[in-house]
T-cell receptor
Framework: NAGVTQTPKFRVLKTGQSMTLLCAQD?????MYWYRQDPGMGLRLIHY???????AKGEVPDGYNVSRLKKQNFLLGLESAAPSQTSVYFC???????????????FGNGTRLTVT | QKEVEQDPGPLSVPEGAIVSLNCTYS??????FMWYRQYSRKGPELLMY????GNKEDGRFTAQVDKSSKYISLFIRDSQPSDSATYIC????????????FGSGTKLNVKP
């Protein structure tokens, strides 16, 4: 039981390049989320999905796109990377929409992205 | 003003000390209060959660919520070097579960 797996673990991009971050979960969770974590800022929600084929914007969606073609996968795309997107990206999943204590967020180990 | 404020630390204590970690918040609608622990180069994992006010104890960990003061705390008794991590408070309002507000985290170092 791997939980939430993120690939790649590290990536360096040049400004303007594109990339896709992959998240896979094996817990049969309906809800999946992409967060970014920056020093002093806390985790901020980029996009989330409440089920296969659905996506919704979070707090900081600009410059990112997502897709949830399969229940177990949630992809985060950067079409034209900018230095402001240098961050650590975390994918998370939860069993229900009660993403509080009874249905906690299960996080992957992150993708460390640097945009030069 | 941020919704959730948390001192970033770092907080350095000797092994065996009692640790107190705290967060303040501004939104009186928050009902769910959580503490996540994040080891270096790992994702956060849920440590404890409470609903509404009161205390909750789990082994060496105690979570407290004081809604009148908009203040939550996490106490660690008999701290161990393995407790060295970043502790992140988080909270959400009833009926808006997809929106969780996270603190910026407090880095704790427990020295042997």
């Amino acid at each position: 039981n791997a939980g939430v797996t993120q690939t790649p673990k590290f990536r360096v991009l040049k400004t303007g390049q594109s990339m896709t971050l992959l998240c896979a979960q094996d817990m049969n969770h309906e809800y999946m989320y992409w967060y970014r974590q920056d020093p002093g800022m806390g985790l901020r929600l980029i996009h989330y999905s409440v089920g296969e084929g659905t996506t919704a914007k979070g707090e900081v969606p600009d410059g990112y796109n997502v897709s949830r073609l399969k229940k177990q996968n949630f992809l985060l795309g950067l079409e034209s990377a900018a230095p402001s997107q240098t961050s650590v990206y975390f994918c998370a999943s939860s069993y229900t929409r009660r993403a509080g204590g009874k249905s906690p967020l299960h996080f992957g180990n992150g993708t460390r992205l640097t945009v030069t | 003003q941020k919704e959730v404020e948390q001192d970033p630390g770092p907080l350095s204590v000797p092994e065996g000390a009692i640790v107190s970690l705290n967060c303040t918040y501004s939104n009186s609608a928050f009902q769910y209060f959580m503490w996540y622990r994040q080891y270096s180069r790992k994702g956060p994992e849920l440590l404890m959660y409470t609903y509404s006010s009161g205390n909750k104890e789990d082994g060496r960990f105690t979570a407290q919520v004081d809604k009148s003061s908009k203040y939550i705390s996490l106490f660690i008794r008999d701290s161990q070097p393995s407790d060295s991590a970043t502790y992140i408070c988080a909270m959400s309002a009833l009926g808006n579960f997809n929106k969780i507000y996270f603190g910026s985290g407090t880095k704790l170092n427990v020295k042997p």
